[in-house]
Every structure is written in structure tokens, then in C-alpha cells.
């Protein structure tokens, strides 16, 4: 009684309470074959966030069990290390609109308790912040982190970052959004990160709140608390987007000087559909040719046109998106003095004529499609609902693809050599199978469970790669369902070993159960030093095997001193080991690195050029 439901969908949630019996609605859902989230928590349980694609025929009753789940708690502390009483701690959002965060007060000795953390959606990670002041301190979650006997919150002081925008002419622009983004290639990412990028993911998740401002009738903006790293800084003005090329470093309080907005040269354009017909909403994107990280952006208007201002002379390449169809690309030469127009015209996309079969009889229902194309990357992703048997699928992708399907009972189908042609439509029968489902436990080699361990499964054959992943919890159970029949490679990664593969033949329909072992391991120990023997800090360091698959866990960048660490390396294994810095020099060596011991590798890079 009294548990808060949302039914959630892209920027909107519908909110209700259940009864005494723990019943609640109807609620709005939406369209038939939709996919929507159910978000349900209540006090003294642990938060629920469960997908549900909706069925034709009007009502549609679900049943969400809850888990009884202890507070969380934990100390806010000074960076003293005296207790920080009033400090707010709570969560940041967790991508359910509407759904406010729980949130606490530390008493005098800086303790708190909170309830467990909502799971996020998806694409998001919740961060577990304590503010006092413009003091933060932060711990990055991942939906599978276990409840923790206690945690220890550091509040590190922000700095102050400030600067101006003006006008092509100088003078003051006001009301330009100003806005940092965390340069995520020197921040720390993966299952577990440390508190100072756990603070830019806390101070980036919260967005606007902490990482943007507007400038004033002076032209001049400035940010408080931000924390100290390094920076992405975005200018918005007019419509217009415009990214500083350079990073900035913020070590304390910064100045980032003065930019001008709309200085340059400005191309116009228009996007038009096979018809003729001008297209709204198309994304269209311009970037210098030779250069990466200064791609500008904008949509086109009602009439299908847009305009990019402030652009530098030179050629740049411009790119539309729309609708799932295959990107428009054009070249423009800016030269000075001279403004630009260029054309976009959207040729016929391809259709599909999808005749898809259940057994003896045709299917109808809802299913998850999605087109393949090299290496397994995904062009096209749609829900759809089969009726009799047929679905027409209009605007695809043009090109030769693998095509995925599955149910939400469990059913997949794959066909490949799908060949979309632009203006003409490809029949194609599928049959659908009863999905595998493939589970176990991950064990050390002395036979210790395996929390967040993750697990990959490979399926390989002349049909085309699929993948499939999963995380063990924690007690390093793992499972994953839905599995095409037929053999599967299976690859696992942990702490506490090496990872080791295994293959596995699944049978339609089949529950297998399969347990997996990691292998035995040892450490190595890298030191990155130029060419005259100097440490070389910030150094990306990674290892590969034989058959050139990385099987690093986490990024390893060089510590100050040019030094980084990696345990559960395989053991028996010859690996190749290489380090680049950040200039993009690099050196390469070859070791095995014996179990349960330490090997030490000295990687000295060349002179620069």
C-alpha cells in the first residue's frame, strides 16, 4: 500500500499510488507494440524499473514484486576528515521524468541514511552525491552494486570558472548558454571509478544544475563548484551550437578568456525529401575536414531549412540524418568573404515485405527488429506489430544486412544477405524458434563467486556474428535468455582472474546450465618513460593476446610517476603489451606473465618527430 508507480516514456512519466491490496490504475500507456518502463518503489524496498512493450486489446495487467532492502548509510566527512554535519546527500536523477530523487540531511557527526538507489534508465547511471555548500563529494553506482556496510563521502572543494561571450563586433552577447561537459578521455570510466571522476559524473548528470549558465547583459558567465579536471566548454546562441576546440584544464579557479559567437562565414541549406517535399526536424551536422571534436550542429525548421553561422573558410563536410535512412553527405568550400548554400536532397528508402512464421501457423504480435550491417553494427533498430502473418516496413536503410528478430516471449530469428535497394521493396519469409537460455555461476580458480563479472556470448557463423552480454550479481549468478540454437562462444572477465572462454551448442527452447571459471592470473607492472628515461604520465596502456582481442577490463592510464598496474592478467599466456601517450607516440613488447606472480615491463617510447 502506498508504493509510487510511474509508467514512464521519453520525457514524460504518468504517476499513481497503489491501494491497500497494491493494486494501481489503469494508467495512459501508449501505442500498441510500444515499449514503456514501469518504476515502482516504496519505503523499506528496493526501487523496480521494469520494461513492458504493450499489447493490443485495451487493458494490459502487469505484476511488480518489490524486494525488502536496508537503508543505505554512511558518513559525510570534511576533507580534514572532521565529520560534515547538514550536508544534503541523495542521488542524482535516475532518467524517470517527474520521479524525484531521495534525498537526506547528515546529522552532527556527518552520518545519514538513505534508501537504496533507484535502478537507472537505460543509457543512465545513478551517482549517490553529498553537497554542503559548493563542497561535493560523489560515488558512481552501477545497477548491480550491492549494498555497501557502509560508505565514507569526502567533500572536496569545487573551483570557480568564469569567462566572456561578445559579438563578432566585440560587443557583449547576453543570454548565450554556457555549458562544461567532463572531457570523458581523462576521466575514469567502467564498473568501478575514483571519487574525483565520480564527482564530474555527479556534476554531469546533473546537468544544467551544475554545468551550465547563461551569460549576462555584460556578456560575462561564471560557474561555481565546478570540479576540478578536465573540460569540454559549449557555447549555445540563437540556434546555434559552437564547441572551443581546445580542452580546459581545471586545476583551480579558471579563467577561460573571451569567445566570440557568430564570427565567421555562415552556409545555408535545405533538406528535402524523395518527393520534393521539405523535411522538419532533420539533424544536420558540419565539421572541418581533417579536424575531430569541432562538429557543429542544428536541425532544419518547418520548411526544411537550416543555417550554420561562424564557420571558419575552408571545406567542411556536411552530413544529414532523418528517419532512419542512410546519411546524406555534401562537401562545401567556404572561401573568405563568401557566405554558402547547399542542397540535401533524400533519395526513395528502401522497403521490406516481412512474412514471419510461428511453427506451422503465422504469427501476429509485437517483435523487436533490428538490420545488421558490417561488423555487426546496428543501421536500423524498430518495434513492430505482425498481423497475419505480414508487416510492411517503409524508409529502411539501402545496403546488404543481417536481419535480427525477437519477441518478448523469447522467440528470435535471424536471416542474413538482406539486400535493401532505394525505391524497391525485398520480400522476405522468417521462421521464428523458442529462444535458449543460458545460466550459471562465475568462480575464481579457487572456486570463489564472481560479483559483476561479465560474461559475453559470440555466435559465429556463415549467418553473420551476434553478441550477446550479461553481468553476473552478486553472487556471480549469471543469465541470459532468448539465444538463437546452435553453438555459442562464451567469454568471461572478473576480478579474481583471468577471463577464459568456453564453447557451448544450444538446443531450441533448451535451459542450459553452464558454470564458468576463471583462469589462473598474475600482475604486471607497467612504466612508461621517453626517450630519455622520464616517466610519461597519462599514458593509455593496453594487452593483447595472440589472436589480437584486448581483454582489459578498464582503461590503464600512467600515474604522475609513469607507472600503472593490472591485475587478473592471464597466466601462460604470450601477450603483447603497448603503451601510447598522449601525443600518440607508442611502444610495444612481448612478455608471459607467470600465475600469481609479477612481471615488470619498461616501455620507453621514440623521440618525437
Not at 559552437?242 to 569567445?259: I, N, P, Q, W
Not at 555534401?330 to 554558402?340: F, M, S, T, Y
Not at 593490472?566 to 611502444?587: F, I
Amino acid at each position: 500500500e502506498g508504493a509510487e508507480v510511474h509508467v514512464s516514456h521519453p520525457g514524460r512519466s504518468d504517476a499513481t499510488e497503489t491501494d491497500a491490496k497494491g493494486r494501481f490504475g489503469p494508467l495512459p500507456g501508449g501505442g500498441e507494440g510500444e515499449r514503456v518502463f514501469l518504476a515502482a518503489r516504496a519505503d523499506g524496498y528496493v526501487p523496480l524499473l521494469e520494461p513492458v512493450v504493450l499489447r493490443a486489446g485495451g487493458t494490459q495487467s502487469v505484476e511488480l514484486r518489490l524486494v525488502q532492502g536496508e537503508p543505505w548509510t554512511g558518513i559525510v566527512q570534511h576533507a580534514s576528515g572532521k565529520p560534515a554535519a547538514g550536508a544534503t546527500v541523495g542521488y542524482t536523477p535516475d532518467g524517470i521524468a517527474g520521479r524525484v530523487p531521495a534525498s537526506t540531511v547528515s546529522d552532527e557527526q556527518g552520518r545519514f541514511s538513505l534508501a537504496p538507489p533507484p535502478p537507472p534508465a537505460p543509457g543512465r547511471r545513478v551517482v549517490l552525491t553529498a553537497r554542503l555548500g559548493e563542497a561535493l563529494g560523489a560515488l558512481a553506482l552501477r545497477p548491480t552494486t550491492p549494498r555497501p556496510p557502509s560508505i565514507l563521502l569526502t567533500l572536496a572543494a569545487g573551483a570557480t570558472v568564469r569567462g566572456t561571450v561578445a559579438q563578432p563586433d566585440g560587443a557583449a552577447l547576453a543570454g548565450a548558454t554556457v555549458r562544461l561537459t567532463p572531457d570523458w578521455q581523462h576521466v575514469q570510466r567502467g564498473p568501478t571509478i575514483d571519487a574525483a571522476s565520480a564527482r564530474l559524473l555527479a556534476a554531469n548528470e546533473e546537468g544544467f544544475l551544475g554545468l551550465a549558465t547563461a551569460s549576462g547583459a555584460d556578456g560575462r558567465w561564471e560557474l561555481r563548484g565546478v570540479p576540478l579536471g578536465v573540460y569540454r566548454l559549449v557555447f549555445a546562441h540563437d540556434g546555434q551550437t559552437y564547441k572551443r576546440a581546445d580542452a580546459l584544464e581545471v586545476r583551480g579557479d579558471t579563467d577561460a578568456g573571451r569567445e566570440l559567437l557568430g564570427a565567421g562565414l555562415t552556409l545555408e541549406g535545405r533538406v528535402r525529401d524523395e518527393r520534393g517535399e521539405p523535411i522538419a526536424g532533420a539533424v544536420v551536422r558540419a565539421t572541418p575536414e581533417g579536424t575531430s571534436g569541432q562538429t557543429r550542429k542544428t536541425s532544419t525548421g518547418h520548411d526544411g531549412t537550416f543555417v550554420f553561422r561562424g564557420l571558419a573558410a575552408g571545406r567542411h563536410q556536411v552530413t544529414a540524418t532523418w528517419a532512419g535512412r542512410d546519411p546524406l553527405r555534401g562537401i562545401v568550400n567556404l572561401e573568405e568573404g563568401k557566405d554558402a548554400l547547399i542542397a540535401l536532397d533524400f533519395e526513395a528508402g528502401a522497403s521490406l515485405d516481412l512474412r514471419v512464421r510461428d511453427g506451422e501457423k503465422l504469427y501476429s504480435g509485437t517483435l523487436s527488429l533490428t538490420l545488421q550491417g558490417k561488423l555487426g553494427s546496428t543501421r536500423a533498430r524498430r518495434t513492430v506489430h505482425v498481423s497475419s502473418g505480414t508487416v510492411r516496413l517503409d524508409g529502411l536503410p539501402t545496403g546488404t544486412y543481417v536481419l535480427d528478430l525477437s519477441t518478448v516471449q523469447g522467440q528470435r530469428a535471424r536471416s542474413t544477405g538482406l539486400e535493401l535497394l532505394a525505391g524497391q521493396s525485398t520480400a522476405r519469409t522468417v521462421a521464428l524458434v523458442s529462444g535458449a537460455r543460458l545460466h550459471g555461476v562465475v568462480r575464481t580458480p579457487g572456486g570463489a563467486p564472481v560479483s559483476l563479472a561479465r560474461v559475453t556470448l559470440t555466435h559465429d557463423e556463415s549467418r553473420g556474428t551476434l553478441r550477446k552480454l550479461a553481468t553476473a550479481n552478486a553472487q556471480g549468478s549469471y543469465e541470459v535468455a532468448g539465444l538463437l540454437p546452435g553453438p555459442w562462444s562464451v567469454s568471461v572477465q572478473g576480478r579474481g582472474g583471468g577471463s577464459s572462454l568456453t564453447d557451448v551448442t544450444l538446443e531450441a527452447g533448451a535451459d542450459r546450465e553452464l558454470d564458468l571459471q576463471l583462469s589462473a592470473a598474475g600482475r604486471l607492472e607497467i612504466e612508461v618513460v621517453d626517450e630519455r628515461g622520464r616517466p610519461v604520465p597519462q599514458a593509455l596502456v593496453t594487452w593483447r593476446n595472440d589472436a589480437g582481442t584486448s581483454r582489459t577490463l578498464l582503461p590503464a592510464r600512467t600515474d604522475a610517476k609513469g607507472f600503472v598496474g593490472l591485475d587478473d592478467v592471464p597466466a601462460g599466456e604470450a601477450l603483447t603489451v603497448r603503451g601510447r601517450a598522449p601525443d600518440g607516440r607508442s611502444a610495444t613488447t612481448r612478455i608471459e606473465v607467470g600465475a600469481d606472480k609479477t612481471a615488470k615491463v619498461v616501455l620507453r617510447l621514440p623521440a618525437a618527430d
